[in-house]
């Protein structure tokens, strides 16, 4: 594999975006990603307007047909909160920035197949199953420690090391050991279940919940193709495997939602800490 410019760590947006912009100055990048592509992804899935802007600025395109699932569109008008007594108001997700106002059509599209398209989209060089374990800095050259299929290779070096790893970043945890220690944590639990009647929810709709017996942080349903996608968030303590049952049984009581079988979940851990842009040739980017 052996030398490159920037060593990219992470193939979600932030990465890819960053890959983009290195392919466009002719710049040798390489992309590592430890999970098998495309893979699933803890997110809503909705591509808000500001997004749809920035792809088309940057990518020159916004997704094709098959990166969507169904209800292919959620305008902004139908992003519902609920509160209890009061029923349901619009919830504004996005505001004008700087006098420009976005598009309010919402693109609802699948996180594994978006991430997968923005990531060949960049024309960057990338490797899967490629788990970024240490690095370390001779000469300011970085000598990059990944393994792959369960064995360890230290044959990567970069003069520019990149972390685009999420929340839970491994490279902001070698920059800044004691991150771990200041940093509240904010977990995210996602499922998919099938359902036989949404009840009283409306096709089309994303609905927002900010109630605290189910989460400390925003609660929210969406169809995706032939699933109710539920998703509930809490700080250190809470149980999230018991915030979605409580969630399941307040949309079936509140709203006649009829479940069936769940067929996948997901989670993540987002640290909530002061942002840091790295040190030297080292780089965070996105969530990291």
Not at 162 to 170: E, I, L, P, R, T
Not at 177 to 185: D, G, H, L, V, Y
Not at 244 to 254: A, P, S, V, Y
Request: glycine fraction near 10%.
């Amino acid at each position: 594999m052996g030398n490159y410019q920037v060593i990219i760590v992470g193939s979600g947006p932030a990465g890819s975006a960053c890959a983009k912009a290195l392919k466009y100055e002719s710049i040798e990048a390489l992309v590592i990603e430890k999970e098998s592509l495309p893979r699933p992804k803890t997110c809503s899935g909705i591509l808000f307007g500001q997004t749809q802007l920035l792809l088309k600025e940057y990518f020159g395109a916004l997704p094709p047909a098959d990166v969507h699932c169904q209800p292919e569109i959620i305008n902004a008008s139908n992003i519902k909160e609920w509160k209890k007594g009061k029923g349901f108001s619009t919830y504004i997700w996005e505001i004008p920035k700087d006098g420009q106002s976005f598009p309010q059509d919402q693109h609802n599209i699948w996180r594994s197949k978006f991430d997968y398209w923005l990531l060949n989209e960049t024309g960057v060089e990338w490797i899967e199953n490629c788990t970024f374990r240490n690095y370390s800095l001779t000469d300011n050259k970085f000598n990059v420690e990944v393994s792959r299929e369960g064995k360890t290779d230290q044959d990567l070096s970069c003069s520019y090391l990149v972390g685009a790893d999420g929340g839970n970043s491994q490279v902001r945890r070698l920059l800044d050991p004691s991150w771990i220690k200041q940093a509240q944590e904010a977990m995210v639990y996602q499922a998919y279940y099938r359902f036989s009647d949404m009840g009283s929810l409306e096709d089309g709709h994303w609905y927002v919940f900010l109630e605290p017996q189910i989460g400390d942080i925003l609660s929210a349903v969406h169809r995706k193709d032939e699933f109710l996608t539920l998703c509930v968030g809490g700080y250190k303590g809470r149980s999230l495997k018991k915030s979605m049952e409580d969630f399941k049984n307040f949309l079936t009581e509140n709203f006649q939602v009829v479940f069936g079988d769940m067929e996948r979940d997901e989670g993540c851990i987002m640290r909530q800490a002061p942002p840091c842009l790295g040190k030297g040739n080292l780089l965070l980017i996105g969530d990291a």
